[in-house]
């Protein structure tokens, strides 16, 4: 028994003032679903049921999008881009006024542990919108093309890993620029975009300008297929992203698609060790591992292999996995059934293929969908956990020899999201990231972001990128590009 | 939970022990400085950023008590002033035998540190008391002196009952790149901590990391005193600032746990200087927790050089005990500075 135990410090979820059901947020206002069914959200750490939501049909959808257009063509398309970036200040500043609220609420669908939502998710969703606001009236200034113009109804389908941040990366470039947004949430987080609403109502944005809709794939679908979409923005699965990228093919829509991930954090032998496996455990441990930029490969220098890997798993030990509520969590629970289910099948099959299976025998709690931090030693290319994303708390250990068979490993991927250097020759860092195709290189850190930094794939992962100029110029046509 | 704090510490032959390590036949600046030089560098982002997030931790209720008890008996409850007397020596002596009359249970700090010339009255006023007698030693805070004075400061510290030693080493020394120089320093230190029945104070050395700057440099200085025998690893003199600062500690931390790794024998880690409230001192113990490991969370192994810290700590002993903050008129105070 350590000598150290940190006495439980849950954070209070007095806070949440969850209703009982949910409707759709169409033109300003909750309303009942024509047509739809309903499913029930729950929390991932102990599978109590939190509330009951709208599986929307596709004649909700046709509202949603049919209010977002007479918001367009009425008072939020003739409005100047200086009054856009009020109501983008008024919703960064309830945001931040409401922060505590958000990160219990995002942690309870989630199952992300509170020191995350607390310190990264709903800080960063804020910065978003106070990034954005600034560009609203500037756009003319912003090196986007001759005379950036919005593109209309802008539809949005965002994944469960970052709830309410991935919110912010949608909704705050298409709000800055100056479209209308129909935006549906995950199946298994629907309830902090169903809070943003109500900050939506608070900041009185005109009615139509935001609309929620949520549901599972077949609400997606009808978004993308809606004849009256202007453009379509995705963060999920490469799977949807190849079906969008077909369903729309042919037509005027434009698309943005920000996809999954395998990316390579690459050690090298004078690297800053203490800090590399700092950078290491950010890397695949944070958000257990639900991130598409997680560096879900480690690619350590082979004469530092042993010693790497030894101070790893001692690190791993010390992390806390349980009650994401509690503030002294580290690791919080895996988000659904389906993707622990997801997580062990890949999990099982690297064991079967011969790598080393270690995890840091952590106890786990009885109820909810949980998965102990988890590192493959010996793993080669050809197995599937250095191949497939498994989206969850399983590093894959790969060793290389030079620089040069580095780049080669890390490349050799049908993903490009992301790529990790640990080394202290700058000189290395720069021929690195020349090298790597992939959209974010970190040197010396891993898993940091920020709204002025564009983010976005290469191959597999996706195409368009999102935060930065970069990211508006998807939000807006010129007269240059049409 | 406060451990008997020995007073005698192993004798080693520092320089055998450095060949041994190094891999070489004769100690030369050139062998250590490739192997400090050898050593991984750090990342001060990657390091102030783990430092951080150490210090968000929420220690509440039961561990809180455990861990303000433990903090209270880490503490090295210091005067080091130009206007220190007896009298004043005294009073910090009595206030660690009894840090709060009003609680019997509360536990005594680990050691008073006080200079050499006050060695006597420390050691006459504690009795037998278990608190130790530490003296600072070898022309603190500056160092510069030679070494014939340095030891004799040492020795009469010694002589006078001391029972731990705090060392400065030459930073200019250590900053021109003579390693070897500060290795035969320190060595020669520890082995002035003999006493005359051939037991051994221990020895803590101060590298006033404030004058070194950058981490690199802590934990280079950190792996040359183990390696020439430091007892302790110690931050600062508190007479320059920054002194004690979490991301320095955590370093000296990751040093002792990689020098167990090396030797398996363990170096003791004293922040000094700067740690005033409860709060700081308890992010301090999870960094020794999370990084060393709880192994460390000993007063033999870990201590705080510090004077106002003690009753912060007593004051928040005082609230989870009758439920209420009291206020500073509640806690005695021995050693009002005069500044």
Known sequence: MAKF?????????????????????????????????????????????????????????????????????????????????????????????????????????????????????????AAHFFYHAGWADKLEYAGLGTNPRAHGVVGQVIPWNFPLLMLAWKIAPALATGNTVVLKPAETTPLTALLFADVVQQADLPPGVVNIVTGAGATGQAIVDHPDIDKLAFTGSTGVGKMIARSIAGT???????????????????????????????GIFF????????????????????????????RLETLRVGDPLDKNTDVGAINSKAQLSRITELTDAGEAEGAERWDNGCELPAKGFWFRPTVFTGVSQTHRIAQEE????????????????????????PYGLSAGVWTEKGSRILWMADQLRAGVVWANTFNKFDPTSPFGGYKESGYGREGGRHGLSAYVTTESNG | MVSTTSTSAPSVDATARARDLLG?????????????????????????????????????????AWAIDTAISMIDLTTLEGADTPGKVRGLAAKALHPD????????????????DMVATAREALGQAPVNVAAVATAFPSGRASMPVKLADTRDAIEAGADEIDMVIDRGAFLSGNYLGVFQEIAQVAEACTRADGTRARLKVIMETGELVTYDNVRRASWLSMLAGGDFIKTSTGKVSPAATLPVTLIMLEAVRDWRDLTGEMVGVKPAGGIRTSKDAIKFLVTVSEVAGDDWLDPFWFRFGASSLLNDLLLQRQRMRIGAYSGADYVTDDSPSLY
């Open chain 2, 101 to 116: 009359p009003t609680d019997p249970s509360t536990p005594s700090p680990a050691a008073v540190c006080v200079y050499g």
């Open chain 1, 252 to 282: 005027r829509k434009k698309a943005t698609l920000e996809l999954g991930g395998k990316a390579a954090n690459i050690i090298f032998e004078d690297a800053a060790i203490d800090q590399a496996v700092e950078g290491i455990v950010n």
């Open chain 1, 390 to 413: 498994i989206f969850g708390p399983v590093l894959s250990v790969l060793t290389f020899r030079t620089p040069q068979e580095a780049v080669a490993k890390a490349n050799n991927t």
């Open chain 1, 287 to 314: 958000n257990q591992g639900h991130v598409c930029c997680a560096g879900s490969r480690l690619l350590v220098q082979e004469n530092i292999a042993a010693d790497v890997e030894r101070r790893l798993k001692r």
């Open chain 1, 5 to 125: 135990e940190y006495a439980p410090a849950p954070e209070s979820r007095a806070v949440v003032d969850l209703a009982p059901s949910y409707g759709l947020f169409i033109n300003g206002e909750f309303t009942e679903s024509q047509g739809g069914s309903a499913f029930k959200t729950v929390n991932p750490a102990t599978e109590e049921v939190l509330s009951e939501v709208t599986d929307a049909s596709a004649a909700d959808v046709d509202r949603a999008v049919a209010a977002a257009r007479r918001a367009y063509n009425g008072a939020w398309g003739r409005m100047s881009g200086a009054d856009r970036g009020k109501y983008l200040f008024r919703i960064a500043r309830i945001l931040q006024e409401r922060a505590r609220e958000f990160a219990v609420l995002e942690t309870l669908d989630n199952g992300k542990p509170i020191k995350e939502s607390r310190d990264v998710d709903v800080p960063l969703a």
């Open chain 2, 24 to 64: 070489v036949s004769r100690l030369t600046n050139a062998a250590l400085t490739s192997w400090l030089h050898g050593l991984p560098g750090v990342d001060q982002v990657g390091c102030e950023g783990r430092a951080a997030a150490l210090g968000t931790r929420s220690i509440k209720t039961t561990s809180k």
